[in-house]
């Protein structure tokens, strides 16, 4: 009597990692908490937690193109389409802007979105809160030229993103002439949120980082020279709760291990071998240190990696 339960549980659609179940918990809370509130009314606690998991979706996602979640191609592809849902944009867009931008460039100087295109080598509040604009306006002929490239070569991965902006444009659609007051707030707004967090995170781990490439090998204790000065890292408690997204050298180092395994890695490889300032504990510190109160005393701002050179920009 196993065997058929052994052939039956086979069929199941099943997880890469165990530590996903963090992921799908995420994905089903969101959009419950929101309909909650759609029929019951809005309340203060349950809107801030969904605006908290709005950020961990985006991180989700960012996970999910790197490694998929499923072992099954048609549940990472349900999964796609939630995440578009939920996010209130399509998924591919990670590959042209992330994978095939950010990943291959390191915040380099060929990185389109990298921090210090924009108004200098800066690391401060306003820098933060504008770079989602200025990022997107950069990224938009990526995604264009991503999909022109798709539709003469791979016409079916073309109709797939297709498919997602049509459900995610549909989903607006609907919602709003449902009743509009209610997809704003409940939807929309979160929505966008968490799209501005997505983009913001890429201020807070590379502003004041060292972008251009190194120009010699590194040396085995030159933290100072270290060509992994490209990125900020956290460590603080609500790392765990955002997928460890803030110990960001060792997922560049490392694109495709699973999320719960950075924390190792980071300890293990790569903590001790990027400049000291690059080591941050936790995330929420670090904004009122550098954003707040750095705005009044100097004493408490980043210094630049990155020597003022016009050539690196």
């Not at 765990?240 to 490392?254: D, K, Q, R, S, V």
């Not at 400049?275 to 705005?295: H, I, K, Q, S, T």
Request: with cysteine.
């Amino acid at each position: 009597m196993a065997r058929p339960r052994l052939e039956v549980s086979r069929r199941l659609p099943r997880l890469r990692h165990r530590r996903d179940w963090q992921s799908l918990a995420y994905l089903v809370a969101l959009p419950a908490l929101a309909a909650w509130q759609w029929f019951h009314g809005f309340n203060v606690v349950l809107y801030g937690l969904m605006l908290f998991l709005t950020l961990g979706v985006g991180v989700i996602h960012h996970n999910h193109v790197h490694l998929r979640m499923w072992r099954s191609r048609r549940m990472n592809r349900i999964t796609d389409f939630w995440i578009t849902l939920l996010q209130g944009h399509p998924t591919f867009v990670f590959w042209p802007a992330h994978v095939a931008n950010h990943h291959r460039h390191r915040h380099g100087p060929k990185d389109v979105a990298r921090t210090y295109r924009f108004g200098g080598d800066t690391n401060h509040l306003w820098g933060y809160l504008l770079h989602p604009f200025q990022a997107v306006w950069v990224l938009m002929p990526l995604f264009f030229a991503w999909l022109g490239r798709l539709r003469r070569h791979r016409r079916g991965a073309w109709r797939y993103c297709m498919a997602q902006y049509a459900l995610w444009l549909a989903s607006w659609a609907v919602l709003l002439a449902i009743d509009w007051r209610k997809a704003l707030l409940f939807v929309i707004v979160p929505q966008l949120h968490g799209l501005h967090w997505l983009l913001a995170t890429n201020y807070l781990q590379h502003a004041h980082a060292d972008g251009r490439k190194p120009a010699r090998k590194e040396a085995p204790r030159d933290t100072a020279g270290s060509r992994l000065n490209y990125a900020r890292n956290f460590e603080g408690l609500v790392n765990p709760l955002l997928f460890n997204i803030g110990l960001h050298t060792a997922h560049h180092e490392n694109p495709h291990a699973h999320w719960s395994e950075l924390t190792r890695l980071h300890r293990a490889h790569y903590r001790a071998r990027v400049d000291p300032v690059l080591n941050e504990g936790g995330l929420v510190p670090y904004m009122v240190r550098v954003f707040v109160l750095g705005a009044v005393w100097p004493r408490f701002r980043s210094r630049p990696l990155m020597p003022r050179d016009p050539s690196t920009h």
